[in-house]
């Protein structure tokens, strides 16, 4: 998410920065980097020309002469201008007796109905009774795809597939709902093109005649710049309550979660991180904002895992760390566990510094996600005795599991090495106090992030690690083949 901007903004930094200390000349170079960044990201033109000068002008307000570390300095001058420019926002629900009543609308295949089921399900897990209602008449498939959303879920679905009407189907609706016990209704009503005037006036007549609480603008952040203009077309005709931006976990430009609000006036309240029911996050303009200047957000990752491991299993291993005990099988659930998050990638863009390397690991060719499904490989052909006890692995056994995971037996060591620097790691922090275990994880992090090489393969160079250019990587993967061929031949 936002790879372009990040790098982007960096080097605008860099140009900052990069001479020890600022002066107005680096600074003015680097706020037309950031401008420059901004506009690729597709972000509004207005919305960018305000930021760089707002940003620019208390960057020049600082004591350039005595700054201290002025990479600091800018970088939260940039982050709070960035917070503003997207902020604040509020995540709450309507909520209102005998029910409350939501509208989604948006254009064509923006993800209204998907994020019509996500917000049931989002709804139930807070104790809610929503109930869906079918709108869209213009899409025979949305009222199938709502059903069967509303199945899934256990959500009661309105459907009347006789009527041409939307607006009747919505009143009869509300006047179910009561019948049923339902606390939240959400209006799924068809998609258009904000320049169709019939069907604009139409939801125009929904509003007026049901009298929502909340207006849900849903849009899909791959569009960019016309999102945004859509966004404000729809404001200017409904009054819009929120924005729900769809598929930003695939946006890499960043323009429309920045200029939404400041062309609008209207917050981005959800964003929707992939295609399951659970995908659906609060939107929070200062972990975007860390995302967006490569700084990750660990509070997402928190708040993500909390939401899927397996608490008991948590518990399990937490004590079994505070004994300073890390066999192969912890290691195995461990790894169980955080592929319930999504890919390597989508978790290393969380951790702070990680994001680069993930790039990194591109550049090089390396599939994080591959190399964990080795590493699991390889500790599925251990026995239980083994993952237990790792130390009683001889080369015997390491050809043996070798050839049961399909790699070679140098990598079945690097993975018991690994093992046992984790392992050696959580003995020490079994002893450690809070604050000490947390300056301790910083360095880790911080060291992954500069020579992370070490669980993927030998791609360093000597002992250095040195990045190797295009051409030595060439020589090492044919020196790798060539030396892959000739144990084959053996």
Do not use: W
Not at 19 to 27: A, D, K, P, V, Y
Not at 124 to 142: I, N, S, T, W
Not at 387 to 405: E, F, S, T, V
Not at 455 to 479: D, H, I, V, W
């Amino acid at each position: 998410m936002f790879e372009s901007l990040t790098d982007r903004l960096s080097a605008a930094f860099r140009a900052m920065t990069g001479q020890g200390r600022l002066t107005e000349s680096n600074i003015r170079e680097g706020m037309n980097l950031v401008r420059q960044a901004l506009l690729e990201a597709d972000a509004n033109v207005e919305t960018t020309r305000k930021f760089v000068d707002s940003v620019q002008e208390k960057v020049l307000g600082l004591e350039v002469s005595r700054a201290l570390n002025p990479t600091q300095q800018i970088l939260k001058i940039v982050n709070d201008e960035l917070i503003a420019l997207m902020g604040p926002v509020d995540h709450s629900l309507p909520e209102k007796k005998p029910f409350a009543t939501i509208m989604l609308c948006g254009l064509q295949g923006s993800g209204k109905t998907t994020s019509c089921g996500k917000l049931g399900k989002r709804l139930l897990a807070a104790g809610r009774k929503p109930m869906f209602v079918a709108a869209d008449l213009q899409r025979p498939a949305a009222i199938d795809q709502l059903e069967v959303l509303g199945g899934q879920l256990g959500v009661p679905v309105f459907v009347d597939r006789e009527s041409k009407d939307p607006v009747d189907v919505c009143r009869r609706a509300l006047k179910e709902a009561k019948d049923k016990g339902v606390d939240v209704v959400i209006l799924d009503t068809a998609g258009r093109l904000h320049v169709d005037e019939e069907l604009m006036a139409q939801l125009n007549q929904i509003e007026r005649k049901v009298q929502p609480d909340q207006v849900y603008f849903v849009v899909d952040a791959m569009t960019g710049q016309d999102a945004v203009n859509s966004a404000k077309a729809f404001n200017d005709a409904l009054e819009l309550d929120g924005v729900i931006l769809t598929k930003l976990d695939g946006d890499a430009r960043g323009g429309a979660a920045l200029s939404v609000k400041s062309v609008t006036g209207v917050p981005i309240k959800f964003i929707g991180v992939g295609e399951t029911l659970d995908a659906l996050e609060d939107f929070h303009p200062e972990r975007m904002a860390s995302r967006m200047l490569g700084m990750g957000d660990v509070m997402t990752l928190i708040e993500t895992a909390q939401a899927k491991f397996d608490e008991e299993e948590l518990r399990r291993q937490q004590e079994q760390m505070e004994k300073g005990v890390f066999t192969l099988d912890d290691f195995r659930k461990q790894m169980s566990q955080a592929s319930r998050l999504g890919s390597m990638s989508k978790i290393m863009s969380f951790i702070p510094g990680m994001s680069r390397l993930s790039g990194m690991l591109g550049e090089l060719n390396v599939d994080p996600d591959k190399e964990m499904r080795k590493i699991g490989g390889i500790i599925d052909s251990m026995t239980p005795e083994e993952r237990r006890r790792p130390d009683i692995i001889d080369l015997r056994r390491k050809k043996r599991i070798a050839a049961g995971a399909g790699v070679e037996t140098s990598q079945v060591n690097e993975l018991l090495k690994m093992h046992e620097r984790m392992a050696t790691m959580v003995k020490s922090f079994s002893s450690m106090g809070m604050g000490d275990r947390m300056r301790a994880m910083q360095q880790m992090t911080q060291q992954a992030s500069v020579n992370p090489f070490g669980m993927f393969g030998p791609m360093k160079k000597g002992s250095t690690g040195k990045r190797l250019t295009p051409k030595e990587r060439a020589e090492q993967r044919k020196r790798l083949e060539k030396e892959r061929r000739k144990k084959k031949r053996k």
